[in-house]
């Protein structure tokens, strides 16, 4: 989101540079959105210690489910490693879309959401960094 805002900062500096128009406040605006975005960027995600033990106990209680998971299970599934487990289901499109053959994706079966442990979900605010 702070991308789009300094995209469109950028596109109003331009806009007021080609009328000959003050751009000093926009400008400032603008640098100040992209070093929050930066700043946002070069941090990995939070969690607190209970959010860390609570992942970590679902992980080994639904263990099965991260191999081979059921129909009703792939949502629990994909929460708990990342769309790596839609590979041999009907949604395996869904993966390939995400990471396209020749990226930087690890084979290790972890979502690319920053998360030292793999256990990224990818759904925008809830833990995932996509």
Do not use: N
Not at 56 to 76: C, F, N, T
Not at 99 to 128: F, L
Request: with cysteine; glycine share 16%.
């Amino acid at each position: 989101m702070p991308a789009l805002l300094c995209a469109f900062g950028l596109a109003k500096i331009a806009i007021g540079l080609a009328r000959d128009k003050p751009i000093g406040f926009i400008s400032l605006m603008t640098a100040v959105v992209a070093i929050y975005a930066l700043v946002q960027l070069a941090s990995p995600p939070t969690r607190t210690r209970r959010g860390d033990q609570v992942l970590l106990s679902l992980k080994l209680r639904h263990a099965r489910a991260q191999r081979a998971p059921l129909a009703g299970e792939l949502p629990l599934a994909v929460a708990l490693v990342g769309t790596s487990v839609l590979g041999g289901t009907a949604y395996a499109a869904y993966h390939q879309a995400r990471h396209p053959p020749g990226g930087t994706e690890s084979s290790g079966g972890s979502d690319s959401s920053g998360d030292s442990d793999g256990g990224g979900s990818g759904c925008g605010g809830c833990g995932g960094g996509d």
